[in-house]
């Protein structure tokens, strides 16, 4: 737990992923429990696929929008590169890193002029850094749900079944109807399959 009962979680994706459509589900579903609850986002080029790190405090009036270093006890990663640029700067060393293992490579790497790690090579970095890390194919789970477009519902299923944050599953569902009723079939469906899977 942060300092003081806050709760500091980050969301690291690119852009297009709907980190910050995640960040706001998380932050709906405190709101919907009472707590207090701050979110901002920090944005690279997001129009090109540029990181996009979104980040929710839970806990305490007053805060700043964005985690101190070193302070989040939880990192979501919608893509394992971002999660590792992420979490080098703001994971706690107690903290938990989650992440999808499927990769959305930068443009230069996809033009040869970058080169992109192996995803077991990133997950051991991860693991150097935290406690904690659980990785899956979140993509596969969505594609099962109805579409790649939900991998960031999956990763946030999965985000509800970790007990460090202990928001009702409830909520967050009421939460996803609010901020995204449109396929609301589909993205409770991946919601699900995230959990079930972070739960087995």
Known sequence: MGKEGVKNIVIA?????GNVLVSQIIAQAALIQGLNVIAGEIFGVSQRGGSVSSHIRVGKKGLSP???EHGANIICGLEPMEALR???L???SDGLVLTNTRTNQPIAVNMGKGKYPSVEKILVTLRSLCQEVISFDATALAIEAGGAVATN?????????VKTLDLAVDSYEQAIQQVIPKRLEMNLKAFHLGRKECLA
């Open 13 to 17: 994706g690119v852009g297009g992923q």
């Open 153 to 161: 519902i999956v990763l946030l299923g999965a985000l509800s079944s």
């Open 66 to 68: 964005v985690s101190p």
């Open 86 to 88: 992420v979490a080098i």
């Open 90 to 92: 703001y994971i706690r």
